[in-house]
């Protein structure tokens, strides 16, 4: 046995967080593409069978009470907000990232007010973040200025609408500064707004801490909520009463069973939400986000793992892969990392197709990256060795 | 066994539809509200377990290509037209009804051009499609005019962007006439925009046929879908290319795994996708819509039946409840007919409270209004008339 594999062998041991992997359906294959689509979790196939057998099939239309469909967006809401630092009452689930990308961003123009027509957008950010930020500019008046999440300082200011900033990076896996960001974004005026896609479930945010505006993110990577689980929306409490939704849906009515023919948004953060929840992806989330019940499992854990994981990773390739071979695009320093790895390499495309085909899946960014997240949950240290063996014997 | 109980049990023995009565799971309870939400279908819980263990607990991210999970909207998109008389390759499935309504009426608005600057809104309207209505009109720079579809030709003119109309009457089941309306529209040099919620699955619409320009509806009633199962969006085959979607997120990018920074829209009716499609409950309405395959179920036996229910309904509701004591507001035209009855009762929400003690099980809408749905997929005449008979013996 290799010294890199003697030493995964003694970090599994070690792994607090090792008996959670019992909990996600797993085979032998090396499972990095958890900040794509996380695996399944145990839970969620029996809850969903009793979702549909028994709440939709045997109460049907009484389950929108009984079964507390109706209640859901705001009580998963409050699920996810522990591990996003946020006090209950100020998240909703529902929709696509999207959707609510379009609602915060709209929601923060109207929040900034008067002479302020400028929203600054990541460059880099995850390509829908900045189509539907354009939309949101083109249906509010304000322009879009797209500029590196290093360069936001320098052209906030008194015009400077709205901030919307990828907490990590989707390609590289760069973790920007929260903290840091939003208080500049505060101190030029502005509504600061942060997409979690990358960072929820992977290492702690801090909404309430730092004093985040709106933030979204999506449930599917590392919260493991399954493939197209809907997103969620946060609105810090003092804001709430400002939300003004460009997606006034009913379900977000002040008394939505009045059938009343004047909009009259309810207070809180389900204001937010906007049509009929889709009850069978929300309830697997809901089932999904049991794991993080269990003992000794927090979002600290996680992020010390998350680290030792990447970092365990990154010494391995560098022993396996000839040098230069590929090169790593994310951020050496711990507060710059998030819970992926992104490595250079020219034929990353073929790369990742063989990579898959002996049991390691990452996936492919083009034209040249590969991409692969670590979940904490249940990616142990001996994976982390037999993917970077794996990867330098391919490319050697 | 009186005469109406007789002439049920005559009826159903004659009844073409009765065998696709076994295709959903049902007890002894006479369900009247497949309006709000179908009955489940034999067909889903099956499918939904394959796709929660085998799709995402052992392909996980393969089943993005493996299991089509990419392409769902679309391909279901073309298994809903049929049954709304279009052609395939003009709808989507994804999103709720308000998002849909949202994306249809701001397209609208856009493809309607300069100068044109109301939208007309039916009053009657289910409250959100009116909220959003005005959302639409807040961000595009137009004005709302409310009115009833009755009124419809009469405010038509120059200024006319947009109408957007119910095919039926959420409350009264009233049938609006589609091919006038929209023909009245389409002369007015406006847009029509048809909210199919009430109809589709229940009766004819005609989209093709009628040139009817955007029409959006829910998936979770006639179609039985599910709980918050996704809604659809058409967009006629020669608008497609003028669809100017006010959330164009990055699943209708021309390219949406080209990562792109600028948008660029796709072609055809996968315009109309906006994020990541919510996998489970999309799939789960695929599996609703198999029943429509069955021999002899088809949209035109399906409204004959509706309206021989419908018809037997009242017939029973004469007969058998006090005169005055309730007073339908469901138009007796069959032209003018849906699937559903409603009756207007004083103390409709303690009798409905009651008749679903009794196994009855309809809605009580606010304030006054008894609603009963009638799926002609699953009920049967027996079960109109004991609808009615208890509903008189509670009310005598």
């Given at each position: 046995m290799s010294e890199l594999a003697l030493k995964a062998e003694k970090s599994d041991a070690a792994d607090e967080l090792a008996g959670v992997r019992s909990q996600f359906v797993l085979d032998d294959v090396v499972y990095l593409d958890g900040n794509s689509l996380g695996a399944l979790p145990v839970a969620v196939p029996g809850r969903v069978e009793d979702v549909v057998r028994r709440q939709w099939g045997e109460l049907r239309i009484r389950s929108w009470d009984e079964s507390g469909w109706w209640t859901a967006p705001e009580r998963i809401g409050d699920r996810i907000a522990p591990l996003v630092g946020a006090a209950a009452g100020q998240i909703v689930v529902g929709d696509s990232t999207s959707v609510n990308v379009f609602k915060a961003v709209v929601a923060a123009v109207r929040m900034a007010g008067e002479g302020r027509d400028e929203i600054v957008v990541d460059a880099t950010t995850f390509p829908t973040d900045g189509y539907i930020a354009e939309s949101a500019a083109r249906m509010t008046g304000c322009t879009v200025r797209p500029v590196t999440p290093a360069e936001v300082p320098d052209v906030?200011?008194?015009?400077?609408a709205a901030v919307l900033l990828n907490h990590v990076d989707y390609r590289t896996g760069r973790l920007h500064d929260l903290p840091a960001l939003t208080a500049a974004v505060h101190a030029a005026g502005a509504v600061a707004v942060w997409d979690l896609c990358h960072s929820a479930g992977a290492l702690p945010v801090g909404l309430d801490e730092h004093g985040v505006d709106l933030a979204v993110g999506c449930t599917y990577k590392y919260l493991n909520g399954g493939p197209g689980s809907p997103a969620y929306l946060y609105v810090r409490s003092d804001l709430q009463s400002r939300f003004d939704s460009p997606l006034p849906g009913w379900n977000s009515h002040a008394e939505p069973f009045g059938m009343r023919p004047a909009y009259e948004p309810a207070p809180g953060a389900l204001r937010g939400r906007v049509g009929t929840p889709d009850i069978l992806s929300m309830l697997a989330l809901e089932a999904a986000l049991d794991v993080w019940d269990a003992d000794g499992v927090s979002v600290g854990a996680v992020r010390a793992k998350s680290l030792a994981l990447t970092d365990f990773f990154l010494e391995c390739v560098a022993s396996?892969?000839?040098?230069?071979?590929v090169e790593s695009v994310t951020p050496v320093a711990h507060e710059e990392r998030g819970s992926q790895v992104a490595l250079r390499c020219a034929d990353a495309g073929d790369v990742m197709k063989r990579l898959i085909e002996r049991g390691v899946v990452g996936d492919f960014r083009h034209p040249d990256v590969l991409r692969f997240g670590f979940t904490p949950l249940y990616v142990g240290f001996a994976d982390v060795e037999r993917a970077a063996r794996v990867l330098g014997e391919l490319v050697r």
């Open positions: 906030l200011g008194d015009r400077t396996y892969v000839p040098s230069g071979r």
